[in-house]
C-alpha cells in the first residue's frame, strides 16, 4: 500500500488551459512548480489515452493525481450514448490506470438547457436531463463502487445558474448541509459556492473530513474561476486553516484561461508562478514535494 502523503499537493488543472496541446499544459506546470496534474478529459482522445497520459507524467515529473469527468456524456470512443453514467464509470476506469488519487463528478442537475436558433436569436429551453441517472447512481451504486476502488470518487459543489434571467440551484445535493454528508469524498470549488454567497471556508468546515480534492480560484466582479490571489475570497485564510489541520489532499489551481492570458506565452508563465507561490506561502510550503 502506497504511503499516506503528509501534506496538501499543489496541482494545475488542464482545464485551465484547455485551449492548448495537453502536452503543452504539462510542460507549463513542471515549470512553474506544481507538484502535479489534475487531467479535464474532454473530447481529445490525448486526454483520455492513458499510455500518452503515463508517458507525459513521466517526461516531465508530474504525477496525474486527479481526473475530472468530462463536462458531455458524448464523447468519441467513449460512446454517444448520451448516458451521463458511463462518463464517470470510463473517468475511474481512466483514472486506476494512470494511478489517480481522485476523480471529480459534479452533482446530478434536475434540468438542462437546449440551444434553438430562430434567425439571430438563440433561446434557452429547459428539458429534462439524465441527470436523474447520476442521482440514482449515487444513491444506489455508488457506495459499493468506492468500495472497490482505491480511486476517490468526490463529489463537487455547483454553481448557482441563470436561465432566462432567473437565477436559482438546479443541483441535487447543493447546499452546504446536503453536499457535506453526501458521499465520503468531495470536491470543494470555491468560485462555485461564491456565486451562491456562501464562504467556502464554511463549507470546508462543514465538511472536513471528507475533502479529498478543492478546486482553487477566486471570485471577482461577479465572475468565478480568478486567480486565486486576485479576488473577493479570503482563499489565503482557507489555504492556512487546511495547513493547519493537516489536510493531505490535492489542491488543484482551476482558472479561466482568459486569466491567464493564454494568448501571452510570458503572462502565462507568470501568473502560474505567482499563483503557486500564493499556494504554497499560504499553506506553509516552501518547495515541491
Not at 101 to 112: G, K
Amino acid at each position: 500500500m502506497p504511503e499516506q502523503p503528509t501534506r496538501a499537493r499543489v496541482i494545475f488543472s488542464t482545464g485551465s488551459l484547455y485551449l492548448y496541446d495537453v502536452s503543452h499544459v504539462f510542460a507549463l506546470a513542471a515549470e512553474a512548480g506544481f507538484d502535479g496534474i489534475e487531467v479535464m478529459c474532454d473530447d481529445r482522445w490525448s486526454t483520455r489515452d492513458p499510455h500518452y497520459l503515463r508517458d507525459l507524467s513521466e517526461q516531465h515529473g508530474l504525477p496525474i493525481l486527479a481526473a475530472h469527468t468530462p463536462f458531455s456524456s458524448k464523447i468519441p470512443g467513449w460512446g454517444f450514448t448520451g448516458d451521463d453514467v458511463n462518463r464517470i464509470t470510463r473517468t475511474l476506469d481512466l483514472a486506476e490506470r494512470i494511478g489517480c488519487e481522485v476523480i471529480v463528478v459534479h452533482m446530478p442537475s434536475r434540468v438542462s438547457s437546449k440551444s434553438i436558433r430562430l434567425g439571430r436569436m438563440e433561446l434557452r429551453i429547459p428539458s429534462i436531463t439524465s441527470g436523474h441517472a447520476v442521482k440514482s447512481w449515487i444513491e444506489e451504486k455508488l457506495p459499493h463502487v468506492q468500495g472497490k476502488t482505491s480511486v476517490k470518487i468526490a463529489l463537487e459543489n455547483m454553481p448557482k445558474l441563470e436561465l432566462f434571467g432567473v437565477e436559482g440551484d438546479p443541483y441535487w445535493w447543493n447546499e452546504v448541509e446536503t453536499w457535506s454528508k453526501a458521499h465520503d469524498h468531495l470536491t470543494l470549488d470555491t468560485t462555485h459556492w461564491a456565486t451562491k454567497k456562501v464562504d467556502p471556508l464554511e463549507a470546508y468546515q462543514a465538511a472536513k473530513g471528507r475533502i479529498a480534492h478543492v478546486h482553487l480560484s477566486n471570485f471577482y466582479d461577479n465572475e468565478e474561476h480568478h486567480l486565486p490571489h486576485k479576488g473577493d475570497l479570503k482563499l489565503d485564510v482557507l489555504l492556512q486553516t487546511m495547513a493547519a489541520d493537516g489536510f493531505n489532499g490535492t489542491i488543484s489551481l482551476e482558472v479561466h484561461p482568459q486569466n491567464l492570458e493564454y494568448k501571452e506565452i510570458k503572462a502565462v508563465r507568470h501568473k502560474l508562478k505567482a499563483a503557486v507561490a500564493f499556494m504554497r506561502e499560504h499553506l506553509g510550503q516552501q518547495e515541491k514535494v
